[in-house]
RNA sequence: GGAGAAAUGGCAGAGCGGUUGAAUGCGGCAGUCUUGAAAACUGUUUUAGUGUAAGCUAACGGGGGUUCGAAUCCCUCUUUCUCCGCCA
């Protein structure tokens, strides 16, 4: 969520930058500007009520110490009497808090200056591209008919066995999955992330930190017998590492990756748009994760995008990069780019990489800062992206690669796959 | 799953109803000494809210209660440890 401070301190700016998004959000601010000053007289009013009952109760006692028994008495219904006010003033309290949190809760990140205004995803710009258009044979297949063709991913009976959107992957199908995890890992760790295997589930408040709650709640898979969330994405339990810490300034910028399953309920989803590969409740992701200072967040970014640059080229894919339009962005996101890898057979490009800076919109919820030289904590700035998520790499690979007699696989994952065609 | 014990500052560990934001040790930081370092000595060292500031308020796993007053007593939840059981 934004910080009071920068709601308090650039109001018109952050309700500018809000309007990116599309929707004004000048009137949410305000209220929250409004409830936030309610909630700090009330709390001044309690402060001093209880700075009363502390003063009354020490003397209480050093009359009972005195033995000064009627005049502690009568002090005591004093005290009693202040308890009661205070108890008021606490709930009167309690109640504006939850809503100011409540409202903080629904307002979206403010996106940065490059962001562009914008509704649709028509109004993202394109800020690089990339590879030839795949020279395929005459009859050229979509993945799922190639899946099919080959046997290597069985969207029928992950049908069976879950529902859909749940595929099996066998033989070099499966084969090329755990060949892209360990290549995507690999990369990661030359390019100095640190390795880590966290949960899949988590409970509700690593929900709340990363924001996917409460703006998310039903596309996650929720088991509610113990109130645990499978993870839409690693983000989220990567980044929650870091909730409620206090990190040295030296150790930024922290760089992590992990290889995790991603659960999504994609509550609404039809059409040939989300056939085959496109769209799935389950799929692998390797993705990753930086804690950064705030003055290095956007180098930072860059250097991401860097980073998933180079995976795409090494697999040889035409791919391209967009940087989201305000109203195109997820809810925690200050900038993100988006990178989109051509589907030759369905002459259509595919989402495969998200990449953002959430500056200090999660960590806010999160808690996550860092010491200054002269001892202050300031909030640090979180970043991630995918890098990569594997259903549209691998869809892209199939249709782009297919030749008359097999299709071909990238020179970068031969030694990951132990054969070069299937 | 059953029985028992516990949860205090960066760590270890006192305190078990009266001011305690918390002894002591270690660690960290600053200084003295030293050519430099070590040792020794001195000082300092949680976080959040509010206020120009002095200050005030809150927090001893979370929540609730008793009391004029709670780290200290009670209830509850969570977590950890030990023993037993089960188990990839």
Not at 141 to 149: F, M, V
Not at 242 to 268: H, M, Q, S
Not at 375 to 389: D, F, I, Q
Request: hydrophobic share 35%.
């Amino acid at each position: 969520m934004l910080t009071l401070t920068a709601i308090r301190n650039q109001t018109d700016e952050i309700i500018a930058r809000l309007a990116k998004r599309g929707v004004d959000r000048a009137a949410d601010i305000q209220q929250i500007l409004a409830l936030d000053e309610s909630k700090r007289a009330k709390q001044t009013l309690l402060e001093q009520n209880l700075a009363k009952g502390n003063v009354l109760a020490k003397e209480i006692g050093d009359l009972f110490k005195s033995g000064n028994k009627a005049e502690a008495d009568a002090k005591k219904a004093e005290s009693v009497e202040l308890k009661e006010a205070s108890k008021q003033l606490e709930t009167e309290l309690a109640e504006l808090d939850s809503k100011l949190t409540q409202k903080l809760y629904e307002v979206p990140n403010a996106p940065a200056e490059k962001v562009v205004f914008g509704k649709t995803p028509e109004e993202n710009e394109t800020v690089y591209e990339w590879g030839a258009e795949p020279v395929l044979p005459a009859n050229a297949k979509p993945h799922w008919e190639l899946t099919a063709q080959y046997d290597i991913i069985d969207f029928e009976l992950g049908n069976k066995i879950t529902g859909a959107g749940f595929p099996v992957y066998k033989g070099k199908g499966a084969r090329l999955q755990r060949a892209l995890i360990n290549f995507f890992l690999d990369e990661a760790i030359k390019a100095g992330y640190y390795e880590v295997q966290p949960p899949i589930l988590v409970n509700e408040a690593s929900g709340y930190g990363t924001g996917q709650l409460p703006d998310k709640e039903g596309q996650m898979y929720h088991d509610k017998t113990d109130n645990l969330y499978l993870i839409p994405t690693a983000e989220v339990p990567i980044t929650n590492i870091y909730r409620d810490v206090i990190l040295k300034e030296e150790e930024l910028p922290i760089r992590n990756v992990g290889y995790t399953p991603c659960f999504r309920r994609e509550a609404g989803s039809y059409g040939a748009h989300v056939r085959g590969l496109n769209r799935l409740h389950q799929f692998d992701k390797v993705e990753i994760v930086q804690i950064a200072h705030p003055s290095q967040s956007y180098e930072i970014l860059e250097s991401m995008l860097e980073h998933v640059k180079m995976l795409m080229t090494k697999l040889g894919l035409k791919f391209r990069i967009l940087r989201l339009c305000g109203g195109d962005m997820g809810f925690a996101s200050a900038m993100t780019y988006d990178f989109e890898a051509w589907s030759g057979a369905q002459q259509r490009w595919l989402e495969v990489s998200s990449v953002s800076n959430f500056e200090t919109f999660q960590a806010n919820r999160l808690k996550c800062r860092y010491k200054t030289k002269d001892g202050k904590n300031e909030l640090v700035h979180t970043l991630n992206g995918s890098a990569l998520a594997l259903p549209r790499i691998v869809a892209s690979l199939l249709e782009n690669n297919q030749t008359e007699t097999g299709i071909n696989l990238p020179e970068c994952l031969h030694p990951y796959l132990g054969f070069t065609s299937i």
